[in-house]
């Protein structure tokens, strides 16, 4: 398994190793005791999987304390791009972003810590796979608007498909008044 | 989460609810609360995937003591069926098994508790995914042969694409002397 640093401390790529043969292919998604040896979480409780049409845009996203959620992700078919906001206020990269393109061809994974939004971006019809840290609560959902001019997202991409819910997501500034000056 | 139980103690098939609007579909594979609640085993420590092209057949394949893997298996895209055997010593239906069609349109799993074989084969182009309760071992690995002929296995295909490695293996009469009569 390949570990990737971003600019972003606890933010990173990793690219597991894929066995070919003429079956087919076979590779390890996750593996625990290689995780913790990489001083990964290593315990996820939630697995989710969704299917979106090419210009569908998730996100952003992030659950509230006490249910934070560590994200690992990756796409199964397909191909997205992947944008994962640090919130962290006292990180030095509070309010910056970094985008992963996730591919099915060579299995990317990123691993998003708690305290980030992440959203993405279908660039084409693609199966997205992620591990939770912590399990789904309703009531501490919560995101930030995809096009939010201050997070100054470039999307590469300008009339996304976007659910009705992600459309009334605050700003960062609204969330954050005290770090926009 | 609509649980199935079979005719083998242990063995069952679940079918999890999927969310479907105008951007795609949204599923939970795996929700460690819930699988605690119905009395599953909720600790996986590995997953993995592999894609096969129709008409592989992988199998039937476990791990021995101390590495014995309980399974929760299911299709991401196409279709397989999908073999458990009974190795449980103490089982009433030991040596029996049960076959499951697992379907991507359906998105249904199943969970084969350790000390079953386990095999597929892909009725379509499929990836594969499982989780497992404990970690590959080489050392461990072991198997019987396919189309052994004490098990009479109906696979419903008569020449599949088999790995050299599955072609070696055991047949249940060389591994269960006592058991067959
Ligand atoms: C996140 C989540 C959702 N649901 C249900 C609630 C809804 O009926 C349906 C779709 O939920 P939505 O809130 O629209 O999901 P979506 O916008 O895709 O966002 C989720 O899925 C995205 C990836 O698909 C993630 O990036 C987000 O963090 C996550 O919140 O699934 C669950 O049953 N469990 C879950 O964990
Ligand atoms: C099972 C396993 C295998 N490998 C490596 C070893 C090989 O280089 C490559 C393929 O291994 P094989 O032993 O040929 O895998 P395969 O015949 O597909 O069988 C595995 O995968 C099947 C599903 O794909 C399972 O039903 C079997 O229980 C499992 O043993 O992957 C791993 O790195 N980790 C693993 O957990």
Tied chains: 1, 2.
Aim: aromatic share 12%; hydrophobic share 40%; charged share 20%.
């Amino acid at each position: 398994m390949q570990v990737i640093k971003t600019s972003i401390e606890g933010l990173i790529e990793l690219r597991p190793q894929t066995f070919k043969d003429s079956r087919g292919s076979f590779l390890e998604t996750y593996n625990q005791p290689v995780f913790n040896a990489l001083g990964l979480p290593a315990q996820f409780v939630q697995d989710n999987q969704s299917f979106s049409t090419k210009g569908v845009l998730r996100g952003l996203h992030f659950q509230k304390e006490p249910f934070a959620q560590g994200k690992l992700v990756r796409v199964i078919t397909g191909k997205v791009m992947d944008i994962a906001v640090d919130l962290r206020e006292d990180s030095p990269t509070f309010g910056k972003y970094e985008a992963f393109i996730l591919d099915s061809e060579i299995s990317n994974m990123a691993y998003i810590p708690e305290g980030f939004a992440h959203g993405f971006v279908a660039l084409e019809d693609s199966i997205f796979s992620y591990k939770c840290t912590n399990v789904y609560n309703k009531a501490c959902e919560s995101g930030i608007i995809w096009n939010d001019p201050d997070l100054n997202i470039d999307w590469g991409i300008s009339n996304p498909i976007v659910s009705d819910k992600d459309q009334q997501l605050a700003s960062f500034r609204d969330l954050y008044p005290q770090s926009v000056t």
